[in-house]
């Protein structure tokens, strides 16, 4: 999820990769980032269409993530036999996935653990 950095009216002023004083996290659809998005000159139909792309794809990739997590519980696949690559991009996430949110909560945001 990205990062904002807000005015002292509350406004979106700026996009940043990693959480500053003063700033907050917002889901990649959240509609004031998109329209943060839109007023800085993505505003033409094509480009709006880029966005929920981008969206969808943000979405599926932690769709991705949680499936790698399940078929390692269930030693299907072993973590050490993914590319080194991978798991040093998965562990990244998690870790900063567990930083913002907590452990344990899962792709539809419960802590069940039940899709």
Do not use: W, Y
């Amino acid at each position: 999820m990205p990062f904002v950095k807000r005015n002292s009216d509350g406004q979106i002023v700026a996009i940043t990769q990693s959480l500053e004083v003063g700033g907050d996290c917002l889901p990649v659809d959240h509609p004031e980032l998109l329209g943060f998005l839109a007023s800085s000159g993505i505003s033409d139909a094509e480009n709006l269409k880029g966005l929920e792309m981008l969206s969808s794809d943000l979405k599926m990739i932690r769709v991705i993530e949680d499936v790698i997590d399940i078929l390692i519980s269930k030693n299907l696949i072993i973590f050490s036999d993914l590319p080194l690559a991978v798991q040093e991009k998965l562990l990244l996430q998690k870790g900063r996935r567990e930083r913002l949110f907590g452990a344990g909560v899962d792709i539809i945001g419960r802590e069940d653990g039940i899709l």
